[in-house]
């Protein structure tokens, strides 16, 4: 019922929705980088991202959205990170989260929502929260996923002088017309937070809504590894294409590509 609805509101509304579709694929294909050298770091399917084999290990990590899948910092910590999660809307300390990895019962929130909620805090008060401040560090690592609420927050990201190296995260909405993220600015706010950025893997998250005509496809949430661009001659590369790379966060559902089919 949910794939007949979305294409009926394609077909009444083909312009408007392919235009928006096409600038949120224009800026990820802009952006895309087809050869780094990838480990997967934590599950193989929801929750495991894929990570530049330079930042694997050795680094500092801030990982914002923790819920109950905690194998990405679980494999972090077990690999002689320094890893910082944040979280406030679990219960308390999962139990079997690596010993290696810090607990914050906080979130990540504009900074109206920072006024607003006591849990919600902008990405400088997490930092102060955990004692540990990027902007002394040469490099440090981001990954989050707050469930569509990363739109109220990017300019944070935007506007650091010392910005994340490695950035993995799940962003939400990219379909147009989306009811539970539509937001008229997306892709305006996706190319500012991508400026300084190319994409290592883009991945299809296949639990999510998913568009395909002629000309394109897309999926309404999609996984994204960053990496800053003046680090990238540091990378190692391999033959395969990341962007071929399998990743099913729904074993039981097709995995489609993102993009345009023609070109």
Known sequence: MEERNIYLLYAMNAKTANRWNLKIIDVLERK?????????????NDGGYLVPELFTKDQTWFCIGLGYNIEFENDLGSRKNLVLSFDHTIDSRPKKLNENVKYFAAGWGSTKESRDKNELHTLNSLFEISGQHPEKNALWCLKFDIEGNE?????????????????VCELHGALWGSSQYYKENIPVDLAKFLKDYLICSLNGNNFSPFFKNNNYSLYDVFELTLIRKDLVKRLSYTKNRTRALPSKNNKLIEQMPIGRLNG
């Open 151 to 167: 739109w109220k927050c990017l300019e944070q990201i935007n506007m650091m002088k010392n910005k994340p190296a490695v950035i």
């Open 32 to 44: 895309l980088l087809s050869n780094i050298k990838l480990i997967r770091i934590g599950s193989l």
